[in-house]
Protein backbone atom coordinates (compact mmCIF):
# COMPACT_ATOMS: atom_id res chain seq x y z
CA UNK A 1 0.00 0.00 0.00
CA UNK A 2 1.06 3.93 0.43
CA UNK A 3 3.54 4.84 2.79
CA UNK A 4 5.17 7.87 3.60
CA UNK A 5 8.48 8.12 5.53
CA UNK A 6 9.61 11.61 6.66
CA UNK A 7 12.84 11.99 8.78
CA UNK A 8 12.26 11.53 12.46
CA UNK A 9 12.35 15.27 14.75
CA UNK A 10 12.97 17.22 16.78
CA UNK A 11 14.74 19.39 14.24
CA UNK A 12 16.38 22.33 15.82
CA UNK A 13 17.43 25.34 14.27
CA UNK A 14 18.83 28.75 14.81
CA UNK A 15 16.89 31.48 13.21
CA UNK A 16 18.16 32.10 9.65
CA UNK A 17 19.54 28.78 9.53
CA UNK A 18 18.74 26.66 6.11
CA UNK A 19 15.68 23.81 6.78
CA UNK A 20 15.43 20.87 5.13
CA UNK A 21 13.52 18.01 5.95
CA UNK A 22 13.41 14.73 4.12
CA UNK A 23 10.08 12.95 2.53
CA UNK A 24 9.98 10.35 1.00
CA UNK A 25 6.94 8.03 -0.75
CA UNK A 26 6.01 4.87 -1.72
CA UNK A 27 2.63 4.55 -3.96
CA UNK A 28 2.14 2.91 -7.81
CA UNK A 29 1.11 5.40 -10.21
CA UNK A 30 1.16 9.42 -10.05
CA UNK A 31 -0.25 10.17 -6.38
CA UNK A 32 -0.48 13.71 -5.51
CA UNK A 33 2.29 15.37 -2.34
CA UNK A 34 1.95 17.37 -0.22
CA UNK A 35 3.14 19.09 2.82
CA UNK A 36 0.88 20.21 6.02
CA UNK A 37 2.03 22.27 8.72
CA UNK A 38 0.18 21.86 12.67
CA UNK A 39 1.27 25.03 14.54
CA UNK A 40 0.72 24.84 18.44
CA UNK A 41 -2.90 23.82 19.43
CA UNK A 42 -4.08 24.58 16.12
CA UNK A 43 -4.89 22.04 13.25
CA UNK A 44 -3.34 20.99 10.46
CA UNK A 45 -2.92 23.24 7.70
CA UNK A 46 -1.89 22.42 3.85
CA UNK A 47 1.44 24.09 3.24
CA UNK A 48 1.96 23.19 -0.42
CA UNK A 49 1.13 20.68 -3.07
CA UNK A 50 2.30 19.56 -5.97
CA UNK A 51 0.50 17.62 -8.20
CA UNK A 52 2.89 16.03 -10.60
CA UNK A 53 6.53 15.02 -11.15
CA UNK A 54 9.14 18.03 -11.43
CA UNK A 55 6.18 20.16 -10.19
CA UNK A 56 7.26 22.59 -7.44
CA UNK A 57 5.31 23.40 -5.12
CA UNK A 58 5.65 27.17 -2.92
CA UNK A 59 4.12 29.04 0.05
CA UNK A 60 5.63 31.26 2.89
CA UNK A 61 9.01 30.72 1.84
CA UNK A 62 8.58 26.97 1.74
CA UNK A 63 9.11 25.05 -1.29
CA UNK A 64 9.38 21.32 -2.73
CA UNK A 65 9.76 19.73 -5.74
CA UNK A 66 8.31 16.29 -6.93
CA UNK A 67 10.82 13.90 -7.88
CA UNK A 68 9.77 10.70 -9.08
CA UNK A 69 12.75 9.49 -10.23
CA UNK A 70 13.70 9.52 -6.10
CA UNK A 71 10.06 9.67 -4.59
CA UNK A 72 10.81 12.24 -2.76
CA UNK A 73 9.08 15.32 -1.61
CA UNK A 74 11.64 17.32 0.80
CA UNK A 75 10.58 20.32 2.41
CA UNK A 76 13.07 23.46 2.03
CA UNK A 77 13.40 26.88 3.41
CA UNK A 78 16.23 29.32 3.04
CA UNK A 79 15.90 31.41 6.06
CA UNK A 80 13.74 30.13 9.24
CA UNK A 81 12.04 32.09 11.79
CA UNK A 82 10.99 31.75 14.77
CA UNK A 83 7.47 31.78 13.78
CA UNK A 84 8.21 28.93 11.47
CA UNK A 85 8.06 26.42 14.90
CA UNK A 86 5.72 23.52 13.80
CA UNK A 87 5.05 20.37 13.65
CA UNK A 88 5.36 19.29 9.50
CA UNK A 89 3.56 16.43 7.92
CA UNK A 90 4.36 15.04 4.25
CA UNK A 91 1.25 13.58 2.36
CA UNK A 92 -0.24 11.99 -0.34
CA UNK A 93 -3.43 10.78 -1.73
CA UNK A 94 -4.72 9.67 -4.93
CA UNK A 95 -6.86 12.40 -6.94
CA UNK A 96 -10.35 10.59 -7.80
CA UNK A 97 -12.34 13.33 -8.95
CA UNK A 98 -13.89 13.06 -5.20
CA UNK A 99 -11.73 14.19 -1.88
CA UNK A 100 -9.53 10.99 -1.14
CA UNK A 101 -7.91 9.82 1.41
CA UNK A 102 -4.33 11.12 2.84
CA UNK A 103 -1.62 9.16 3.55
CA UNK A 104 0.72 10.84 5.98
CA UNK A 105 4.35 10.74 7.11
CA UNK A 106 5.28 10.52 10.94
CA UNK A 107 5.57 14.56 11.28
CA UNK A 108 8.70 16.12 12.27
CA UNK A 109 8.72 18.91 15.06
CA UNK A 110 10.46 21.42 14.04
CA UNK A 111 12.30 24.23 16.66
CA UNK A 112 13.45 27.53 15.71
CA UNK A 113 15.86 29.17 18.47
CA UNK A 114 16.60 32.88 18.54
CA UNK B 1 -9.07 29.08 4.11
CA UNK B 2 -11.87 27.01 5.78
CA UNK B 3 -12.13 26.78 9.18
CA UNK B 4 -13.40 23.37 11.31
CA UNK B 5 -14.15 23.18 14.82
CA UNK B 6 -14.16 20.28 17.08
CA UNK B 7 -15.60 20.15 20.16
CA UNK B 8 -14.77 19.53 22.77
CA UNK B 9 -10.92 19.74 22.88
CA UNK B 10 -10.10 17.48 25.51
CA UNK B 11 -12.27 15.00 27.30
CA UNK B 12 -11.78 12.72 30.15
CA UNK B 13 -14.01 9.38 30.31
CA UNK B 14 -14.47 6.28 32.33
CA UNK B 15 -13.77 2.93 31.22
CA UNK B 16 -16.95 1.24 29.74
CA UNK B 17 -18.53 4.98 29.28
CA UNK B 18 -19.55 6.39 25.57
CA UNK B 19 -18.18 10.02 24.41
CA UNK B 20 -18.98 11.95 21.72
CA UNK B 21 -16.83 14.50 19.45
CA UNK B 22 -18.41 16.57 16.83
CA UNK B 23 -16.68 17.82 14.34
CA UNK B 24 -18.20 21.24 12.16
CA UNK B 25 -17.70 22.98 9.37
CA UNK B 26 -18.11 26.68 9.88
CA UNK B 27 -18.05 28.33 6.78
CA UNK B 28 -18.42 26.05 4.40
CA UNK B 29 -20.15 22.50 3.12
CA UNK B 30 -18.20 19.79 3.47
CA UNK B 31 -19.52 17.23 1.44
CA UNK B 32 -17.11 14.90 3.06
CA UNK B 33 -15.66 14.15 6.39
CA UNK B 34 -12.96 12.31 7.22
CA UNK B 35 -11.76 10.97 10.42
CA UNK B 36 -8.52 10.60 11.46
CA UNK B 37 -6.69 8.85 14.86
CA UNK B 38 -2.91 10.14 15.60
CA UNK B 39 -1.10 8.10 18.34
CA UNK B 40 2.14 9.81 19.89
CA UNK B 41 5.47 10.54 17.63
CA UNK B 42 3.30 8.00 14.76
CA UNK B 43 1.30 9.39 11.36
CA UNK B 44 -2.59 10.46 11.28
CA UNK B 45 -4.14 7.47 10.39
CA UNK B 46 -7.75 7.24 8.80
CA UNK B 47 -10.22 5.75 10.41
CA UNK B 48 -13.31 6.54 8.34
CA UNK B 49 -14.27 8.43 5.10
CA UNK B 50 -18.24 9.86 5.41
CA UNK B 51 -20.53 11.57 2.73
CA UNK B 52 -23.38 13.61 3.81
CA UNK B 53 -26.35 11.33 4.38
CA UNK B 54 -24.31 8.06 3.51
CA UNK B 55 -23.01 5.64 5.94
CA UNK B 56 -19.34 5.83 6.69
CA UNK B 57 -16.95 3.67 4.52
CA UNK B 58 -14.69 2.57 7.48
CA UNK B 59 -10.59 1.67 7.21
CA UNK B 60 -9.65 -1.91 7.63
CA UNK B 61 -9.26 -2.82 11.10
CA UNK B 62 -11.33 -0.34 13.10
CA UNK B 63 -14.43 -1.58 14.22
CA UNK B 64 -17.46 0.51 12.61
CA UNK B 65 -19.49 -0.75 16.24
CA UNK B 66 -17.56 1.04 18.36
CA UNK B 67 -16.74 3.91 16.08
CA UNK B 68 -19.96 5.41 15.37
CA UNK B 69 -19.97 8.08 12.37
CA UNK B 70 -22.98 10.47 11.91
CA UNK B 71 -22.63 12.89 9.28
CA UNK B 72 -26.58 13.74 9.05
CA UNK B 73 -25.50 17.55 7.25
CA UNK B 74 -23.38 19.22 5.38
CA UNK B 75 -21.48 21.27 8.33
CA UNK B 76 -22.05 18.63 10.67
CA UNK B 77 -20.28 15.10 11.91
CA UNK B 78 -19.72 13.04 14.99
CA UNK B 79 -17.47 10.28 15.71
CA UNK B 80 -18.95 8.74 19.47
CA UNK B 81 -16.65 6.19 21.13
CA UNK B 82 -18.94 3.72 22.32
CA UNK B 83 -17.91 1.57 25.83
CA UNK B 84 -14.53 3.61 25.94
CA UNK B 85 -11.16 1.60 26.97
CA UNK B 86 -7.93 2.64 27.93
CA UNK B 87 -6.72 1.80 24.33
CA UNK B 88 -8.81 4.48 22.88
CA UNK B 89 -7.13 7.34 24.18
CA UNK B 90 -5.48 8.95 21.65
CA UNK B 91 -5.95 12.50 19.66
CA UNK B 92 -8.83 12.41 17.28
CA UNK B 93 -8.74 14.98 14.31
CA UNK B 94 -11.57 15.48 11.37
CA UNK B 95 -11.47 16.91 8.21
CA UNK B 96 -13.99 18.71 5.75
CA UNK B 97 -13.67 18.53 2.06
CA UNK B 98 -16.12 20.60 -0.06
CA UNK B 99 -16.39 21.04 -3.85
CA UNK B 100 -12.47 22.13 -4.53
CA UNK B 101 -11.52 18.51 -2.60
CA UNK B 102 -8.91 20.30 -0.36
CA UNK B 103 -9.05 19.16 3.20
CA UNK B 104 -9.56 21.39 5.96
CA UNK B 105 -8.60 20.08 9.03
CA UNK B 106 -10.24 20.62 12.96
CA UNK B 107 -7.42 21.35 15.79
CA UNK B 108 -8.11 17.79 17.25
CA UNK B 109 -9.91 15.80 20.87
CA UNK B 110 -7.95 14.36 23.57
CA UNK B 111 -9.19 11.50 24.53
CA UNK B 112 -8.23 10.03 27.59
CA UNK B 113 -9.97 6.72 29.17
CA UNK B 114 -9.28 6.01 32.60
Known amino acids: GDSVTQMEGPVTLSEEAFLTINCTYT??????LFWYVQYPGEGLQLLLK?????DKGSNKGFEATYRKETTSFHLEKGSVQVSDSAVYFC?????????????FGTGTRLQVTL | GAVVSQHPSRVICKSGTSVKIECRSLDFQATTMFWYRQFPKQSLMLMATSNEGSKATYEQGVEKDKFLINHASLTLSTLTVTSAHPEDSSFYIC??????????FGPGTRLTVT
Open chain 1, 91 to 103: ALNRPTGTASKLT
Open chain 1, 27 to 32: ATGYPS
Open chain 2, 95 to 104: SGAGNSYEQY
Open chain 1, 50 to 54: ATKAD
